[in-house]
């Protein structure tokens, strides 16, 4: 992919992942990660499908064009750091470290399996390229926010990213850590939401309200920007306007449609948490060829 480096991962430990990658190919590797998820998931008889799905486009625009990265040497003290908050997206920061060269594309189908290094949710003491271990929601921006403090009390250049879901924002301990974050004046770190408009139990709008949802973050002393959550230039553009926010963090609502790019998964909330069966993972890998 346009000079970035690829699962066989040949290239010296000193060199940082190439970001060359085009619109048009970071648009197919997505395609391909969504395959990627259907297949790894189906085959492993449970997961998280919807979620994955949603937030597609966010990642590849991070791992494929904004994150400095070496894929040969995940603890590369200057790297960037991306903070999964929405653990349960496991499959899709799995396919993507994969893809980057982290492992190897086959271990992917080991999902869920005993004594595999890509458990349901992330373990970062197991899997390469994993920077938080996830369970329980709400947690990401909190441990974000001390990885930011960390490359400021060191002098490190470093980002730090950390993708939320917007059912996650339900959470107290998010609000605590968006205040803490601009209380400390900390523009090191992006937050990003993947606003699917779901979560689990149905339509965040019946679950828990979070409107006004951009007001809630301006009033809490971020700068928000909004995107299309499909659209990787808009995606790309959003995190270099990010970079340049000085004095305060900003955060991406990113829209997007839950299960998206399987017709019967899109704003489908059953798939949340439930894998494909045989004939559903054949009809989604034909829609996503």
């Given at each position: 992919?346009?000079g970035?480096?690829?699962?066989?991962?040949?290239?010296?430990?000193?060199?940082?992942?190439?970001?060359?990658?085009?619109?048009?190919?970071?648009?197919?590797?997505?395609?391909?990660?969504?395959r990627?998820?259907?297949?790894?998931?189906?085959?492993?008889?449970?997961?998280?499908?919807?979620?994955?799905?949603?937030?597609?486009?966010?990642?590849?625009?991070?791992?494929?064009?904004?994150?400095?990265?070496?894929?040969?040497?995940?603890?590369?003290?200057?790297r960037?750091?991306?903070?999964?908050?929405?653990?349960?997206?496991?499959?899709?920061?799995y396919?993507t470290?994969?893809?980057?060269?982290?492992?190897?594309?086959?271990?992917?189908?080991?999902?869920?399996q005993?004594?595999?290094?890509?458990?349901g949710?992330?373990?970062?003491?197991?899997?390469?390229?994993?920077?938080?271990?996830?369970?329980?929601?709400?947690?990401?921006?909190?441990?974000?926010?001390?990885?930011?403090?960390?490359?400021?009390?060191?002098?490190?250049?470093?980002?730090?990213?950390?993708?939320?879901?917007?059912?996650?924002?339900?959470?107290?301990?998010?609000?605590?850590?968006?205040?803490?974050?601009?209380?400390?004046?900390?523009d090191?770190?992006?937050?990003?939401?993947?606003?699917?408009?779901?979560?689990?139990?149905?339509?965040?709008?019946?679950?828990?309200?979070?409107?006004?949802f951009?007001?809630?973050?301006q009033?809490?002393?971020?700068?928000?920007i909004?995107?299309?959550?499909?659209?990787?230039?808009?995606?790309?553009?959003?995190?270099?306007?990010?970079?340049?926010?000085?004095?305060?963090?900003?955060?991406?609502?990113?829209?997007?449609?839950?299960?998206?790019?399987?017709?019967?998964?899109?704003?489908?909330?059953?798939?949340?948490?439930?894998?494909?069966?045989?004939?559903?993972?054949?009809?989604?890998?034909?829609?996503?060829?």
């Amino acid at each position: 992919m346009g000079g970035s480096k690829s699962t066989s991962a040949t290239s010296a430990e000193a060199e940082v992942f190439s970001l060359s990658a085009s619109v048009a190919e970071m648009e197919a590797m997505a395609k391909k990660l969504r395959r990627h998820i259907v297949t790894m998931v189906g085959k492993a008889g449970s997961g998280h499908p919807g979620g994955s799905l949603s937030a597609v486009e966010i990642v590849t625009a991070l791992y494929f064009k904004i994150l400095r990265h070496k894929p040969l040497d995940p603890q590369w003290e200057d790297r960037d750091r991306f903070i999964l908050s929405k653990g349960h997206a496991a499959p899709l920061l799995y396919a993507t470290l994969a893809e980057c060269g982290y492992f190897p594309v086959k271990e992917l189908l080991t999902l869920r399996q005993m004594d595999s290094r890509l458990q349901g949710h992330t373990d970062r003491t197991i899997t390469p390229g994993v920077e938080m271990s996830s369970g329980s929601l709400g947690q990401g921006l909190s441990f974000a926010l001390g990885a930011a403090l960390a490359g400021r009390v060191d002098g490190r250049g470093y980002r730090v990213y950390a993708l939320l879901g917007d059912g996650e924002c339900n959470e107290g301990q998010v609000w605590e850590a968006a205040m803490a974050t601009a209380h400390y004046n900390v523009d090191n770190l992006t937050a990003v939401v993947d606003n699917n408009g779901q979560q689990i139990d149905g339509w965040n709008c019946d679950v828990m309200n979070l409107d006004p949802f951009v007001g809630k973050w301006q009033a809490f002393g971020w700068k928000v920007i909004e995107v299309d959550g499909h659209s990787i230039s808009q995606l790309i553009d959003a995190f270099k306007e990010a970079q340049k926010v000085k004095g305060q963090p900003a955060v991406i609502i990113a829209h997007t449609v839950k299960g998206k790019g399987v017709s019967f998964m899109e704003n489908n909330p059953d798939f949340h948490g439930k894998a494909p069966n045989a004939i559903e993972m054949e009809l989604a890998l034909k829609e996503l060829e």
